[in-house]
């Protein structure tokens, strides 16, 4: 079994940061491809980051320049630093993990933590 935890949102003023963790723990014998989601009331789940095992990144245009994903495999880790927050920022953030649990690939997401950007 894998769980995944999410911790780091709350209520922050445009222009402020943030920065949001995940940490998995169980059945783990390698973990791949990290991703960060979000999803606003009313809109559909956006994929807003990735990492993979070997430390590539990619961003959505939307946050391009302002966050940065980035993982400690030591802790089985998955940051999102969010830098210059806008309003439309605010959303429920999802990591998405791909894990080896030594027999099977799955992916797993965590419970969600909420982010609000407002005066």
């Known amino acids: 079994q894998v769980q995944l935890v999410e911790s780091g949102g709350g209520l922050v003023q445009p222009g402020g940061s943030l920065r949001v963790s995940c940490v998995a723990s169980?059945?783990?014998?390698?973990?791949?491809?990290m991703r960060w989601y979000r999803q606003a009331p009313g809109h559909e789940r956006e994929l807003v980051a990735t990492?993979?095992?070997?430390?590539?990144?990619n961003y959505a245009e939307s946050v391009k320049g302002r966050f940065t994903i980035s993982r400690d495999n030591a802790k089985n880790t998955v940051y999102l630093q969010m830098n210059s927050l806008k309003p439309e920022d605010t959303a429920d953030y999802y990591c998405?993990?791909?894990?080896?649990?030594?027999?099977?690939?799955?992916?797993?997401w965590g419970q969600g933590t909420q982010v609000t950007v407002s005066s």
């Open positions: 169980g059945s783990i014998s390698s973990i791949l491809t």
């Open positions: 998405n993990i791909n894990i080896n649990n030594g027999i099977t690939y799955s992916t797993y």
């Open positions: 990492i993979t095992s070997s430390g590539f990144t």
